[in-house]
Structure formats: structure tokens, C-alpha cells
């Protein structure tokens, strides 16, 4: 029987961190994923196996994953990612397809993706050394706006779309109110601008199929103040350490650091709609930007 180690009479805060916290911090995994390989019986803490992630460190303790010692954190990273369609953005997939992980550059130290794009979407992508500032973002408080070009097939008028307007219940899920512009229709598609402020699965594709719209092609193209912006399908570009320092409030030791612009994948990509900033430097987001022309090749 397993006892609980701290006195039933203490109540004074332990000292340090929770043991998820700091392998989310060293960049390890998630918090979420760090206390199922805690629980796996993968982490050992001063030579001793743990298999709860009720446990605070400190720095003087030895922390070792697989019988490897942990290194320092690092100080909090952001990339731009353009993720293409094809790949999926989970770490391992059960089908075997290609995920993001697989298809970053080799010199990409382990980073973890800030929310998800499916499969069949594509455009901008967060990635983080850092636990903390991947939970903070997707935290449904932070409140940051999320806007997609989404083009639907179909002849959509702004009395089709008010109920995303409005807020839609599908399948007795509740979606939060959406921002939607109409755009321009396209022959047989239309494309519309979506903003939103949560990150449910799917949620604009199930959101327009309530509507009896058809999505067959989804781009992010902002996630709070960063632009996807020029950035190639594939590519990768580190956000400089004084955008991460001032737009998340970090307080960072060496903020000189500038951007460091990766090398684009082998993977080929549909072409980039135009009208925001690069590099990481935040950009005033509207309905002002327009949207991408029609793709080269089929939905």
C-alpha cells in the first residue's frame, strides 16, 4: 500500500515545483503526458522510481526519464510553423501517418505544438520548448483570437452564417460565437474569415456543417498576435525573445536573442495567403487582409 509522504498536520506549502511541471518546463512533454510516463514508472527522483505525480523538486534534486538525468530548462522558446496538409500533430499516430514531429527540421530541439490542426488543415502552428507557456495558451481564459481562411462549397449568404454568429450546438456541444466575414465567392466555393477564441476539435468544419456548409480547405493564419504571414508551407521560424518576453509577460535573463529562420522541409505546400507580417512580429489582425486566391491543385 502506497502511504502519502507529507504529515497530515503540515499544512505549509511545499517547496518547489510539481515533478510534471518541471519535465514540462525542461521541455520533456507535456504536463499531461509527463505524469502518464510518471505513472509508468519512467521517472526516478534521486535514484529512487516514482509512480505518482504528486511530488514536488526542487534544483537539488536529480531528476532522470529512462535513466537519463534531465538538463536545465532552457529559457522559454516560440516557433512559427506552417504545417502543410498530410500531417497530423501528435507525436506518434496509430495509422502510421507522417506526423509534424517527423517532417521539422533536425536541428529543431523537442518542442511541443501549442493546440492542433488536423489533417486535412494547414497554416500556422505555435511550437514551444516550454510546458508552461503551451498550457497557458491553450487555456481557454487566455482569450487569444484564433482566424482561419476557410473556403465551403456552396452560395453562402450572411443569413446562412448568422448562427455561427450566434453560437451553434452540434451533436449537444455548445460552440461560442464566432466572428464571420463573407469574403467573395468563387464559382462554386465562397470564402469566408473565421475568428475564434476556443480550440474545440474540428469546430469550424462540424460549425459549418450545422449550417449545411462543406469545408474543402481550412488555413490558420493568426493565433493571437502572430501571423503566419509569408512563411512557406513546411517552413519554420523562431519567434525573437523579446516578442515572446513582451506578448506573454515572461521575464527572460537573455532576451537578444533574434529570430532564427529554419530551412524549409522537404514537404511541399499549397501557396501562403498574403497580408500579414512575418517573423514573429505581431501584426493588428482584421478583416482587412484578402483572401487567398483558389489553390493550384484539388481540394
Known sequence: ????????????TPQGDRIAKVLSRAGIASRR???????????SVNGAQITSPA???????????DGKEISEPEPPRLWLYHKPVGLVSTDSDEKGRETIYTALPEDMPRVMSIGRLDLNSEGLLLLTNDGGIKRRLELPSTGWLRRYRVRVNGRPTEADLDPLRQGVTVEGERFQPMTVTLDRQQGANAW????????????????LSEVGLTVNRLIRISYGPFQLGELKAGAVEEVRRKVVRDQLGLEIKDPTGTAQKKPQTRMPGPKKPTGA??????????????????PRRPA
Do not use: Q
Not at 512575418?278 to 486566391?293: H, L, M, V, W
Open 277 to 294: 507580417t512575418r517573423g514573429g512580429r505581431p501584426a493588428k489582425s482584421g478583416p482587412g487582409t484578402r483572401p487567398p486566391k483558389g
Open 1 to 12: 500500500m502506497t502511504t502519502d509522504p507529507t504529515p497530515k498536520g503540515d499544512l505549509t
Open 33 to 43: 503526458e509527463a505524469e502518464r510516463m510518471i505513472e509508468a514508472g519512467r521517472v
Open 192 to 207: 469566408l474569415t473565421i475568428g475564434l477564441r476556443e480550440g474545440r476539435n474540428r469546430e469550424i468544419r462540424r460549425a
Open 55 to 65: 511530488l514536488n523538486v526542487t534544483t537539488s534534486d536529480r531528476i532522470t526519464v
